[in-house]
Structures are given as structure tokens and as C-alpha cells.
């Protein structure tokens, strides 16, 4: 690793509280939401010569089904800390998708959702999922936070819908939004950034979006979600209000992190980590990154010397991670890859800091901001 590389890893461990535990979280982004239905679908869409971005999100992210989190959690349970508890995954998730049918009856012009456990039976997911879902959650290591709404940008995509842009409509057919089309601002591409907007008239229906999913949060899960990691990481402080008034307590906020600007042009925000807003949220940033199905993927190293320097500076190690890396619904061999990975990953944390404590963000983050 070059001196560059050396200088940021630590660097971005300056700023913050400190503590002297060795605190170790998995964030798990995109847990609820649709990507890709099936492989059924996804070889239609190629057929249909839609344009889709050939990544790994599109070929291989799909709702988790009841398999999907019992082998995580095998892999979860069988590495202990030194308290003796196995690994712990904070599962961010959207907890509602698109309502496809609804919205094509109203002809485009209205904008309806299900919860994702209704879309887990739609999808013919195994019917023990959610309680599966509820297992990992009783023991302790599956620990759900909110992610926002949906995953997608409704606004805009409902726009392109009642134009009748003839990609966006044929990949509605299928239930698949992430497509590709020329002359829309590139951070929409595959209307994916749920709080992305470029008119003021937009924002209430943003607002709307975070109460509404909150408030579905606490009635599919039985409490008021600690933390909030916006989709795409694209956020504006005027929704901080909102947002605290549902009880959430913490926002993530990569270190520069993009916001709407004027015209919805794109600027980006510097985020200290431990930073406090007027209304009491408080942003945090995460410091470490694991993502093994991805083609840069060159193994642990990177990761452990991520947290190798957390550590060093008496930071938690906050590792970032996608729910793409342990699904095999599409492909069997995704899903592998991804558990034998994090299976070497665990091991190797608590050879290497045998003190090593894994907790849940809430958890961490209730240790170092104790009386915020």
C-alpha cells in the first residue's frame, strides 16, 4: 500500500470520540428493497434489449430469501468475540417497494407502496422468511435499521412512466426500475437516490416519505429505528427536522458527502463525525469496507488493514457492506463467494484482536455518544 493510501486510512480516523473498547460493526445496506425479481427476469430484460448497467446489482441483488439468512447466519453465529457472542450484522433495510399494479391502474399518476414482507410473498419467497428475519433479530445478531422508504427515486421515475419513456415503461412491465436512459442527470441514473431532488416543490413528498417509513418501520419491527443511512448516501440538512421528530437519533453521511444543491446540481458537504444538529441528530461516518462479490475485490487485506488502523487511533471499525454479497437467489455461486469471504474475514479480526467486541451500530454508537 502506497504512502497516499497509508495517510488516508488513518486520517479519516482523526476526527470523533474515541473509545477504548475495540468495537467492531457490519452495516449491511439495502436489505427489503427490489432489484433485480428473478433470473427469469433478468434473462427477459436481456432478451428485451433493455439497457440495463451490467453490475453486479443488477445481476445478482434480490430479496433475500429464507436460505439466504440462514447460511449468513451460520456465519454470524459460528465466530465469537471475546465476550463470547457471535458477529453481529446491522441490517439496514427499506421497508416498502413500489406497489406496480396499484401505481399502472392510476395510470402513472399517483405513487402507491406495499411493505416489503408483502413483497416477499409476491416474490414467492420461502413464507418463513420474515420469521427468519425475526430469529436473527432475537438472537442478536440481525439487527434492523432504516435505510428510508423505498430505494428509488419515485419522483423522477414516475415522471419518466407518464412520459411514457419506452425503456422505464418496458422495465416496469417486469417490476425492474434500475435502467439506464440518456439526457437525465447522471445521479439518477437507475433512479436509485430516494432524497435526491432539484425542485423545492419535491420536498414535501420527501418529508412525507421519512415519517411514512418510520412509522411502517416500528409497525413491522416493534420499535423506532436508532439509525437512518440514506440511499446512495444523498441526503439535504432539510430534512434533518423530520427526521428527528420521528425519534430517529443517528444519520450516517459519507466524510464529503453529496447533497441537492440549486437546480438539484450536486455539491458535496463535509461531515464530521460526531457532528450535532440543532435538532439533536447526530451524523456519523463508517471508516472500513468489505465488498467480496464486487470484480475490484482483491481479498481481506484491505479491509483488515482498515480496521487495523481504527483500532490504532481507538476508533470502532465501522465495515460497510451490501446485501448483494450474501444473496444467491440469482446466483448460487454469489452467495458463496460472499459467506466464504466474511467467514475469513471474522475469523482472521479475532485472531489478529482476540479483545475484538461485535456489536450493533445502535449499540456502538449509544457507547461513544453516551449522554448525546
Not at 27 to 50: F, H, Q, T
Not at 307 to 324: D, L, Q
Amino acid at each position: 500500500m502506497d504512502l497516499k493510501n497509508i495517510l488516508v486510512l488513518n486520517l479519516k480516523n482523526l476526527q470523533g470520540k474515541r473509545s477504548k473498547r475495540k468495537l467492531l460493526v457490519i452495516e449491511c445496506d439495502d436489505w427489503g428493497s427490489i432489484r433485480m425479481p428473478s433470473k427469469e427476469v433478468y434473462n427477459k430484460i436481456l432478451k428485451a434489449n433493455i439497457p440495463i448497467t451490467e453490475n453486479r446489482f443488477n445481476r445478482f441483488d434480490t430479496l433475500a430469501d429464507k436460505q439466504d439468512l440462514e447460511y449468513l447466519f451460520e456465519i454470524l453465529l459460528s465466530v465469537k468475540d471475546k465476550n463470547g457472542h457471535g458477529a453481529v450484522m446491522t441490517a439496514v433495510t427499506n421497508v416498502a417497494n413500489p406497489d406496480f399494479k396499484r401505481i399502472k391502474e392510476c395510470d402513472f399518476t399517483e405513487y402507491f407502496y406495499e411493505p416489503f414482507i408483502e413483497t416477499l410473498k409476491r416474490y414467492n419467497r420461502d413464507p418463513d422468511t420474515f420469521n427468519t428475519w425475526e430469529k436473527g433479530m432475537e438472537l442478536g445478531i440481525f439487527i434492523p435499521e432504516i435505510h428510508g422508504r423505498e430505494h428509488v427515486s419515485v419522483q423522477f421515475w414516475l415522471q419518466k412512466l407518464r412520459e411514457g419513456n419506452q425503456v422505464v415503461r418496458e422495465a416496469f412491465e417486469h417490476e425492474f426500475i434500475a435502467v439506464s436512459i440518456d439526457g437525465i442527470n447522471p445521479v439518477l441514473n437507475q433512479f436509485r437516490s430516494e432524497f435526491y431532488f432539484n425542485n423545492p416543490e419535491q420536498i414535501e413528498f420527501l418529508k412525507a416519505a421519512i415519517s411514512e417509513g418510520v412509522h411502517l418501520f416500528k409497525d413491522i419491527f416493534g420499535y423506532t429505528p436508532r439509525i437512518f443511512v440514506p440511499g446512495n448516501s444523498i441526503f439535504h440538512p432539510v430534512f434533518e427536522k423530520t427526521l428527528a421528530e420521528t425519534g430517529v437519533k443517528y444519520i450516517y453521511a459519507s466524510t464529503f458527502n453529496p447533497i441537492p444543491g440549486k437546480n438539484g446540481r450536486i455539491k458535496y458537504k463535509y461531515f464530521r463525525n460526531g457532528k450535532k444538529t440543532s435538532h439533536g441528530l447526530i451524523y456519523y461516518t463508517r471508516n472500513c469496507a468489505f465488498e467480496p462479490t464486487d470484480p475490484g475485490y482483491r481479498g481481506i487485506d484491505l479491509t483488515l488493514k482498515q480496521i487495523e488502523a481504527a483500532f490504532r487511533w481507538n476508533k470502532p471499525a465501522n465495515i460497510s457492506t451490501h446485501r448483494v454479497n450474501f444473496v444467491g437467489g440469482i446466483e448460487q455461486s454469489n452467495r458463496e463467494k460472499g459467506l466464504r469471504e466474511l467467514k475469513l474475514l471474522l475469523d482472521t479480526i479475532v485472531r489478529n484482536w482476540p479483545d475484538t467486541e461485535f456489536v450493533s451500530s445502535a449499540e456502538m454508537l449509544g457507547e461513544i455518544y453516551p449522554n448525546d
